[in-house]
């Protein structure tokens, strides 16, 4: 048995304490522009060096995206190993956004990478994907009960492809999306003060159409240039709203690479999500 303090309990905390906001870094080839760096590695590393020294004594979660630091190959990993930790040492949580899923000894060797303590990119979370069946996870569930770290499974997600997948109905005539909750809300079975295993769900949604009650964190993407804004969070998520993780990351990024205006852009986010959710400061 691990002593290792989960991370349901160390998400609650950090949002009550810093505000409910995970703030994405998300170093794509615009926004480096933006900054007036160039689209290499000397740009990414300048960019993320400034937003984690900015942002991961203030916010709640940071979420880098993995995509845009894979496209540079290892010197790319390298700065996103640099990050996580740098990022959890300043008492910032990490959430590795990778949606990975896969099969087997594969699934393994993705939670080895993400999920086991020792590991260059050790996270306190990852996105999963579910779309090989949910039991296909259970290596990364496994390993992140093990040691503290939690997993955000994609359920209803804010791009508009989504349901064509997760508004599907099974014979049983339950969706995809209810069947991934369904399972999640088994995995955080009398965790408290919150569960470890959490969702992505939209911010976008018209509606959840699905019970969000799964006694873990919700994951919701979709807020500023997606179109979503802290309004929408009450009627998405209903009565799961305290358990909302609101992300954001062009609403914040767009305001550097002045370090002061991307701590006030943040601050800015987290007392909106606050006041809609109920939640933190």
């Not at 959430?95 to 080895?112: E, L, N, P, W």
């Amino acid at each position: 048995m691990t002593t290792t303090e989960p991370f349901g309990a160390r998400l609650r905390r950090a949002m009550d304490e810093r505000g409910p906001l995970c703030v994405g870094i998300d170093p794509h080839a615009a926004l480096l522009a933006d900054w007036g760096l160039g689209d290499d590695i000397d740009g990414l590393e300048r960019f993320t060096r400034t937003v984690v020294e900015a942002l991961a004594g203030r916010v709640a979660v940071l979420k880098p995206q993995s995509a845009f630091f894979e496209r540079f190959g290892s010197r790319g990993i390298a700065v996103l190993e640099r990050a996580v930790a740098d990022a959890r040492d300043a008492g910032a949580l990490v959430v590795a956004d990778v949606k990975r899923g896969d099969i087997g000894s594969t699934m393994a060797a993705y939670a080895d990478a993400y999920l086991a303590k020792g590991a260059p990119l050790f996270s306190d979370a990852v996105t999963l994907s579910p779309y090989l069946g949910y039991g296909t996870l259970r290596p990364a569930l496994d390993l992140a009960r093990e040691n503290g770290a939690g997993v955000f499974v994609l359920a209803l997600t804010s791009n508009p492809e989504g349901p064509e997948v997760q508004r599907a109905r099974n014979a049983a005539g339950t969706t995809v999306a209810e069947a991934v909750l369904d399972r999640l809300r088994a995995e955080n079975a009398g965790e408290r003060p919150l569960g470890s295993f959490g969702a992505v769900v939209g911010a976008t949604l018209a509606e959840a159409g699905a019970d969000l009650a799964i006694n873990g964190p919700l994951l919701a993407p979709g807020l500023g240039a997606q179109g979503a804004s802290a309004a929408d969070l009450p009627r998405v998520f209903g009565a799961a709203l305290g358990n909302v993780l609101p992300a954001v990351s062009r609403g914040v990024l767009r305001h550097g690479p002045d370090a002061d205006a991307l701590r006030a852009a943040a601050e800015r986010e987290a007392e909106a999500m606050a006041r809609f959710t109920g939640a933190g400061a």
